[in-house]
């Protein structure tokens, strides 16, 4: 399974953007990134995924270096809510199976 | 669309008893994942179905957990017996067959506490 690393934890202060990254550096060519977060108490959301260009949608924007090798996940703006771990995944889509094998994320802290 | 539904939220047993959590998917997917997050860990991948088949279930530790999804809709996952060790969050996801890229949705989990 392709891995993925990611800083522990980050903070942010309020209303200012965060970028998260993330090494995928044995991603294979057909292994979409995807970004996941959870909130205390509840089950990962999802957030977005790209496979080589970057990527936006009302929740975050994703950014994907040209070798594939890393990827960043944009918060434009970060607010209270946005306080959560976030994960990065490689979608192994070996065999036709599609897993997704998360790793320990980032806590992001976003300070008032 | 009504989100994926899990059963019991909470539950706590002693060791050597079992248990069974459910899982009812989003309607139309055909996909179905079991994954067992440990406190200050990321979730790991128990077992996949699609349909009513086994995709993977290489990580489960087949010795006391088994999964089951008669119908290819709603899934149970039964621990017998349990450890002290197996106290986690366990989590069911479903999505749209895998081809289609689309994203996975998750229930809120059942908090297992072993005793």
């Known amino acids: 399974d392709a891995k993925t690393t990611q800083p522990n934890s980050m903070e942010s202060n309020e209303e200012e953007p965060v970028h998260l990254p993330c090494n995928h550096s044995?991603?294979?060519?057909?292994?979409?990134i995807h970004w996941y977060r959870q909130l205390p108490s509840q089950g990962p959301e999802y957030v977005i995924h790209?496979?080589?260009s970057n990527v936006n949608n009302r929740m975050a924007s994703l950014a994907i270096a040209e070798d594939r090798k890393s990827s960043t996940l944009i918060l434009h703006r970060a607010t209270l809510r946005d306080a959560a771990v976030y994960y990065c995944?490689?979608?192994?889509?070996?065999?036709?199976?599609?897993?997704?094998?998360f790793g320990t994320g980032t806590r992001l802290k976003v300070l008032a | 669309e009504a989100g994926v539904a899990q059963s019991p939220r909470y539950k706590i047993i002693e060791k050597r008893q079992s248990v069974a959590f459910w899982c009812n998917p989003i309607?139309?997917?055909?996909?179905l994942y079991w994954y067992q997050q440990i406190l200050g860990q990321g979730p790991k991948l128990l077992i996949q179905?699609?349909?009513?088949?086994?995709?993977?279930d290489s990580q489960l530790p087949k010795d006391r957990f088994s999964a089951e999804r008669l119908k290819g809709v709603d899934s149970t996952l039964k621990i017998q017996p349990a450890k002290l060790e197996d106290s986690a969050v366990y989590l069911c996801?479903?999505?749209?067959?895998?081809?289609?890229?689309?994203?996975?949705?998750f229930g809120n989990g059942t908090r297992l506490t072993v005793t």
């Open positions: 996801a479903s999505s749209l067959p895998g081809q289609h890229n689309s994203p996975l949705h």
């Open positions: 044995t991603i294979s060519g057909t292994d979409y």
């Open positions: 790209g496979l080589t």
């Open positions: 995944i490689l979608r192994d889509d070996t065999s036709g199976t599609y897993k997704y094998i």
């Open positions: 309607s139309g997917h055909a996909t």
């Open positions: 179905f699609q349909n009513n088949g086994v995709v993977d």
